[in-house]
């Protein structure tokens, strides 16, 4: 199995940036895709960004332009760099990961972006 730990999380002004880290364990050498997805009270969650091993990216409309990205293959680790932060992204953020047995899934690190 794989097993991820968010960090980073927390409150910030609009307008300002954060920084997330997931780092994986486990089975990690079967990963491919690791990305961020996002859940906002009362709503689904929803992709923010995912990377590939080989380094292709993919971003939420909503983001695009604002969020970074990256993958350090070496440490098993995937960021997300948030600048220009608006109210409408605070959510929890989870970190996931897919590999060979499926799909797995950080317990989450809350964003609050306050006004």
């Known amino acids: 199995q794989v097993q991820l730990v968010e960090s980073g999380g927390g409150l910030v002004l609009a307008g300002g940036s954060l920084r997330l880290s997931c780092a994986a364990s486990?089975?990690?050498?079967?990963?491919?895709?690791m990305g961020w997805f996002r859940q906002a009270p009362g709503k689904q969650r929803e992709l923010v960004a995912t990377v590939t091993r080989g380094g292709s990216t993919n971003y939420a409309d909503s983001v695009k332009d604002r969020f970074a990205v990256t993958r350090d293959n070496a440490k098993n680790t995937v960021f997300l760099q948030m600048n220009s932060l608006k109210p409408e992204d605070t959510a929890v953020y989870y970190c996931?990961?897919?590999?060979?047995?499926?799909?797995?899934w950080g317990k989450g690190t809350l964003v609050t972006v306050s006004s």
């Open positions: 486990g089975y990690i050498v079967s990963i491919n895709k």
């Open positions: 996931n990961a897919e590999h060979l047995r499926g799909n797995s």
